[in-house]
């Protein structure tokens, strides 16, 4: 598999492991226009690369990937015409972790918010350093949560509990996403893809088809969350791009600078 057209995302494949790392460390590997897209193609191509076994995702610098960035999302509250195009590359980011029966394991280093979140949390394993925090983040940008956290937060961690973060769009920390069931593990600072890289390892070297059906047979539950939620939750995020608040939202985070997104 040739993996030179990527751009945001930088992919070693090595001993059957995909080690891929979100490669935008000066804009906190938010996603443009570009990279948006490059989330769901890398899972497509590594259902289809035979040398890899299993991947390992990673984010440069201090954070995971901190979703949309702020012109991609002001762009598309003047554009709407570029609103389906956005909906389904959303909507296959998801379908995409979904359909793939490999392992997937996340590192997160850092701050996790919006698409970038939902990419990690997606994962199988997902390690967490224990500075790191995550968001859905949506409601920060005045947008209906629709990039799978309405399937994926109330299906963790239960309803009310989803209902606090996705409401308000506040911060977890690595030690309450764990204790909610949110994430699989809390490392130390600095060793999230040391220990992401054991487990890839340990996969690798198990029996490949049982470890892939038992993933197919668990991923029902999230075939069985999106049939109940996920078009309808992406449909109303998509209109809330439309809005006023969502425009407005945008002008004050940007006028704020860089420091808006991540916490103090």
């Excluded at 001993?15 to 897209?37: C, L, Q, V, Y």
């Excluded at 259902?47 to 995702?57: G, I, L, M, Q, Y």
């Excluded at 998509?238 to 916490?263: E, R, S, V």
């Amino acid at each position: 598999m040739d993996y030179s057209s990527y751009r945001f995302l930088a992919i070693d494949v090595r001993d059957s492991i995909a080690f891929i790392t979100i490669n935008r460390p000066e804009k906190m590997n938010a996603t443009d226009r570009e990279g948006h897209g490059e989330f769901p193609k890398i899972l497509r191509d590594l259902a289809r690369d035979d040398e890899v076994k299993v991947a390992v995702v990673t984010g440069a610098g201090r954070a995971f990937s901190i979703g949309g960035d702020l012109d991609l999302m002001e762009h598309m509250n003047a554009h709407p015409d570029e609103l389906i195009e956005l909906l389904d590359e959303a909507r296959e980011l998801v379908n995409a972790h979904i359909d793939l029966e490999k392992p997937i394991i996340a590192a997160i280093n850092g701050f996790a918010m919006g698409a970038g979140a939902i990419f990690g949390l997606l994962c199988d394993f997902v390690i967490a350093e224990r500075q790191a925090k995550m968001a859905d983040g949506h409601i920060r940008a005045a947008v209906a949560a629709g990039d799978g956290g309405a399937v994926l937060w109330p299906l963790t961690m239960g309803l009310a509990k989803a209902k606090r973060y996705l409401l308000t769009g506040d911060w977890i920390t690595a030690e309450e996403a764990e204790r909610v069931g949110l994430i699989t593990e809390v490392v130390e600072d600095g060793e999230s893809l040391k220990r992401a890289t054991e487990i890839a390892k340990r996969l690798a070297a198990g029996p490949q088809t049982a470890i892939r059906y038992t993933k197919r047979a668990l991923n029902q539950w999230l075939r069985l969350g999106g049939a109940a939620v996920f078009d309808y939750s992406l449909a109303l995020e998509m209109m809330t791009f439309l809005t006023d608040d969502m425009k407005n939202a945008i002008k004050d985070l940007k006028a704020k600078g860089p420091g808006a997104i991540p916490p103090e």
